[in-house]
């Protein structure tokens, strides 16, 4: 499968409904963002951010209220969702059950009348990407639904589209196997070097798919990075917390030298990196990833353990300072020293960890 990869942009893009009671509701709000050709772009968020309504309106299914798209640098925003250069792979597999799996593969290609010959070499070529080879002549109902969605992935990727959408593709199946058909994606995505735009709310699917992802909330963006910038350095406490799982401290900047800052947190100073435009005197949020804790009889901030929990790869913690739980996965407990509920217990950890927002 040849594959003219093609970049999207979206400039200030906008979609407003009207409700009963004549009020706005901006279920996009003024966003901008460039996906490049060939890159996996996951939109994350809530329900309700607006995710999935962008996605609509890159398809061609939403009209936007202003604002431009762009696909392959063609303004396509009047185009109807046929005569854009994209796919859908729908959360629902929209497979005709009346249909094998080789016609429901082939229907596109044959309403643009290609030649038999053609639409056989094409089919069967997607067919066997997608690991379905001598499945074509089964229905719908007798396959997996793992099986099913590489149909609708298939029916998506024999077109050539120059950007492939997901809308949710993974939530009806089961969650070892979405694991496995993240993964099959991500590969499949690789080896044909399509432009994929991926809605989801699950952040262990944008993690492991995406090479960047656009994390949404009411409608505008919080934060556009790689899978680890927007883990270990969020730009808001929302992106923090919706990614992953983080402790949040209050701290004063008591001092700044260079890319060295000295906080103050429950009473200790803390040394820690940092690259920010906060000053001396001002408030801020420390970031704590809960694997980025050590919990011991030596350490920095004194707190006591309220839970304790034995997780198998890590001891799970609640650690009870001031007015502050902190979670804390201490990874790899075997030979370590266990502490129970009602010790008193330090924690401490590397300044590498410490994010301030």
Not at 184 to 205: F, N, P
Request: charged share 25%; glycine share 8%.
């Amino acid at each position: 499968m040849e594959k003219r990869s093609k970049g999207v942009n979206i400039k200030n893009l906008n979609k407003i409904y009207i409700g009963a009671d004549n009020k706005e509701f901006r279920a996009v709000d003024n966003i901008s963002v460039d996906i490049k050709p060939g890159e996996f772009v996951t939109l994350l968020g809530p329900s309700g951010c607006g995710k999935t309504t962008t996605l609509r309106m890159v398809a061609g299914f939403e009209i936007p209220t202003s604002g431009d798209i762009y696909l392959g640098g063609d303004k396509i925003n009047d185009l109807p969702p046929d005569k854009r250069d994209s796919s859908m792979v729908f959360q629902t597999y929209a497979l005709f059950p009346h249909y094998n799996i080789f016609d429901n593969v082939a229907y596109g290609l044959k309403l643009k009348n290609l030649s038999k010959a053609v639409i056989k070499e094409k089919v069967e070529n997607i067919i066997e990407l997608v690991g379905l080879k001598g499945l074509e002549y089964r229905y719908p109902n007798q396959l997996s639904g793992g099986q099913q969605q590489r149909v609708a992935l298939a029916r998506a990727l024999v077109m050539e589209p120059g950007v492939l959408l997901f809308d949710e593709p993974l939530s009806n199946l089961d969650a070892k196997l979405r694991v496995y058909m993240r993964t099959e994606i991500r590969k499949i995505q690789k080896k044909v070097g399509i432009t994929a735009i991926y809605v989801t709310h699950d952040q262990s699917e944008a993690m492991s798919l995406s090479d960047r992802i656009i994390i949404m909330n009411r409608g505008i963006i919080e934060q556009v990075g790689t899978p680890k910038e927007v883990y270990y350095t969020p730009k808001s406490e929302f992106v923090a917390d919706f990614i992953g799982t983080a402790n949040f401290l209050d701290g004063t900047i008591k001092s700044i030298d260079g890319e060295k800052v000295e906080i103050e947190v429950y009473g200790k100073i803390i040394k820690i990196n940092y690259k920010g435009d906060k000053k001396p005197g001002d408030e801020c949020r420390v970031v704590l990833r809960p694997e980025a804790i050590n919990v011991g009889r030596e350490g920095l901030l004194k707190g006591t353990v309220t839970l304790s929990t034995f997780m198998g790869a890590y001891q799970d913690y609640v650690v009870r300072m001031g007015d502050k739980d902190i979670i804390i996965q201490d990874t790899n407990p075997q030979g370590k020293e266990v502490f129970d509920e009602g010790q008193e217990v330090m924690i401490n950890f590397l300044p590498d960890n410490v994010h301030i927002i």
